[in-house]
């Protein structure tokens, strides 16, 4: 099993759309957890850090459930903007997954 | 503020050739420092991390090293290139080992013909 396995996706959603990815990993004692997007040919950026009460920024909410152990994003609204890739990462390790693709079309 | 940089953005190389790719952080003292891989299409595999001058930690036996003369230096070189090590190289940087954000420099594009 990998450290880190994503959703494999492509993810092709409408405009307006909500859409949630999720993460798992495997080390249960890995301790921080990050969501990164990445545009095509760039470098990653952060998206937001997952908390172990979930948080949220916008239309943006990230959740940790240590018992499945696992992490997810959900993104509502979607907008066109949002088409990218999204890499999670276990912080302990510094693992990324593979990422899941996301296309929203209008 | 704390800016991260690559050379060069872009390279073409023929198999068996040397490589050297540089990373450079301003803004911080004694970061840590990683070197990762992403083949096209594909997730972001570490090769490389430093916690400190000279110390390097390597996560997958190849033909790549890396070294770190100075504190906020990172150097990725191979003796001999491979096909498979055609991908984008980033760098990226954390104050903290376990847990901290990290942020990534703008990437080489390696193709190796």
């Known amino acids: 099993r990998k450290e880190v396995e994503q959703d494999p996706g492509p993810f092709n959603v409408p405009e307006g759309a909500t859409v949630a990815f999720n993460c798992t990993y495997s080390?249960?004692?890995?301790?921080?957890f990050f969501w990164y997007r990445q545009d095509c040919r760039k470098e990653p950026k952060l998206l937001m850090s997952?908390?172990?009460s979930g948080n949220e920024d916008g239309r943006f909410t990230a959740q940790l459930n240590r018992a499945s152990q696992y992490i997810s994003l959900l993104i509502r609204d979607s907008k066109l903007s949002d088409s990218a890739t999204y890499l999670c990462?276990?912080?302990?390790?510094?693992?990324f997954g593979a990422g899941t693709r996301l296309t929203v079309k209008p | 503020s704390q800016t991260i940089h690559q050379w060069p953005a872009t390279l073409v190389q023929p198999v068996g050739s040397p490589l050297s790719l540089e990373c450079t952080v301003e803004?911080?003292?004694?970061?840590?420092l990683y070197w990762y891989r992403q083949a096209a299409g594909r997730g972001l595999q570490l090769l490389f991390y430093?916690?400190?001058?000279?110390?390097i930690s390597s996560e997958v036996p190849q033909n790549l090293s890396a070294s770190r003369p100075q504190d906020r230096q990172f150097i990725l070189s191979s003796k001999k290139l491979l096909l498979s090590d055609s991908g984008f190289y980033l760098c990226?940087?954390?104050?903290?080992?376990?847990?901290?954000?990290?942020?990534f420099g703008p990437g080489t594009r390696l193709t190796v013909l």
């Open positions: 430093s916690v400190g001058i000279g110390q």
């Open positions: 080390n249960s004692a890995s301790q921080s």
């Open positions: 990462v276990v912080g302990l390790s510094m693992r």
């Open positions: 997952v908390y172990s």
């Open positions: 990226a940087w954390t104050l903290g080992l376990a847990g901290d954000t990290q942020y």
């Open positions: 803004g911080t003292s004694n970061p840590n």
